[in-house]
């Protein structure tokens, strides 16, 4: 019979502990989860003007440019989306020896050189030979629909370049890229490429 009290009594305390660690682990996952939220990275917020907007170098996710531009460039979408009315924010990695022709875009257009440099030029045709270059750290804004052209030299630059969408480049040598422009000079975008829907593409 005190065999039989001591396996009842070890039991229920069995059936307490149990009863108390089922009550506990909501409150643990509920935490763990809460400290996971927070861990994520904010730039998968990339479109909400209500969440902020946090990107470390690390976290940025490069995809191929958009047609639009000469094969071999890499862009980064950080804020918002070019197709979209609104203010949007992009990264591009230009190659060594890499030049965009000349060429005009819908809206004003605010460059930030992050890394490297890159040789800026005004005029209907690409030209090495005129033109500034701009080191780390530099600044530029263009007008709207006023025609430029950017070249690297034999290293690899960084642009943050920030404006309005929806965005448009357009070239001046038709022939040169995928924009056009109509007998009124009106642009007339190129449907963009997959990276501008999917903002965070794969590397």
Not at 89 to 114: C, F, G, Q
Request: glycine content about 8%; charged content about 20%; some cysteine.
């Amino acid at each position: 019979m005190f065999l039989l009290c001591r396996k009842t009594l070890f039991l229920i305390i069995t059936l307490i502990s149990s009863l108390a660690l089922i009550s506990i682990a909501p409150s643990v996952l509920a935490a763990k989860e809460t400290k996971e939220k927070k861990l994520e990275p904010t730039v998968t917020d990339v479109e909400d003007p209500t969440k902020p907007i946090v990107c470390a170098p690390s976290e940025t996710k490069w995809a191929n440019a958009p047609e639009t531009l000469p094969l071999g460039a890499k862009m980064a979408l950080v804020e918002g989306n070019p197709i979209h009315p609104g203010v949007f924010t992009m990264r591009l990695k230009l190659p060594p020896n890499y030049s965009i022709p000349a060429h005009w875009n819908s809206y004003d257009e605010h460059i930030t050189v992050i890394s490297g440099a890159l040789n800026l030029g005004m005029g209907d045709a690409l030209d090495t030979t005129k033109g500034k270059t701009l080191p780390e750290g530099s600044f530029i804004r263009i007008p709207a629909k006023m025609h430029h052209f950017a070249w690297t030299g034999d290293q690899e630059t960084i642009i943050q370049l920030h404006g309005m969408g929806p965005w448009g480049l357009f070239y001046v040598d038709q022939a040169q890229g995928l924009g056009t422009v109509d007998s009124q000079g009106q642009g007339q975008a190129q449907k963009p490429q997959s990276e501008y829907d999917e903002p965070l593409t794969k590397n």
